[in-house]
């Protein structure tokens, strides 16, 4: 079974605070994304890499910040921690190629994380 | 990936089938349309992807027009476990630097 799996499943930091989000997956993958969910608004792609030290900006990357030195970890880092930041973050994994359209995305459970 | 458009809730009665629509109407020749579902507090869950053709497997059938510009999702025997957001994504066939783009998604409410 592919596995992704996120550091922490909830998580309370104070404003302006440094915080580190940490994926790792064990299936190999190329692809690897960040995601934050809100009520309404769906799923929102923050980051994305697609292989070792390769990234590129999602649709709301305004705040964050993404790390790739390994193929298997894929950290979210906010710089500077802001109560608009609260959120659940889901980090997802796939293959770059496949046959037949087997690049499926693999999700974590997510990070519930309170900027107070 | 091509935008995609699905309906923001739907509900259907257990035991009967749920179909959730979606339309893609700009996709490309080499996208795939690909189904998620979403069960409260989890992460999104693989559920079906095509090309072109129907395609079944245990959990759903995928059936895609001709034209490729809509698609719907099918749960034959739709039960409680089933109630979830349903999102419908457009994506290419290799991934390479390609954004994997969610939207909001179909509220499905299966009751009894």
């Known amino acids: 079974d592919v596995k992704v799996t996120q550091s922490s499943r909830y998580l309370v930091k104070r404003t302006g605070e440094k915080v580190f989000l940490e994926c790792v997956q064990d299936m190999d993958h190329e692809n690897m994304f960040w995601y934050r969910q809100d009520p309404g608004l769906g799923l929102r792609l923050i980051y994305f890499?697609?292989?070792?030290?390769?990234?590129e900006k999602g649709d709301i990357p305004e705040g964050y910040s993404v790390s790739r030195e390994k193929k298997e970890r894929f950290s979210l880092i906010l710089e500077s921690a802001s109560t608009n930041q609260t959120s659940m973050y889901l980090c997802a994994s796939r293959r770059a190629t496949g046959r037949k359209g087997d690049t499926e995305a693999f999700f974590g459970q997510g990070t519930r994380l309170t900027v107070v | 990936d091509a935008k995609t458009t699905q309906p923001t809730s739907m509900d259907c009665a257990e035991g009967r089938a749920a179909n959730l629509p979606c339309n893609h109407s700009?996709?490309?020749?080499?996208?795939?349309v690909y189904w998620y579902r979403q069960i409260h507090s989890q992460g999104p869950q693989y559920i079906i992807h095509?090309?072109?053709n129907n395609e079944t497997n245990e959990m759903a059938s995928l059936i895609i027009t001709e034209d490729r510009k809509s698609s719907t999702l099918i749960l034959p025997h739709a039960t409680l476990r089933d109630t979830a957001v349903y999102y419908c994504i457009a994506s290419l066939l290799t991934g390479g630097g390609n954004k994997l783009t969610f939207g909001t998604g179909t509220q499905l409410k299966v009751e009894l």
């Open positions: 095509g090309l072109k």
């Open positions: 890499s697609y292989d070792v030290k390769m990234k």
């Open positions: 700009t996709i490309s020749g080499n996208e795939y």
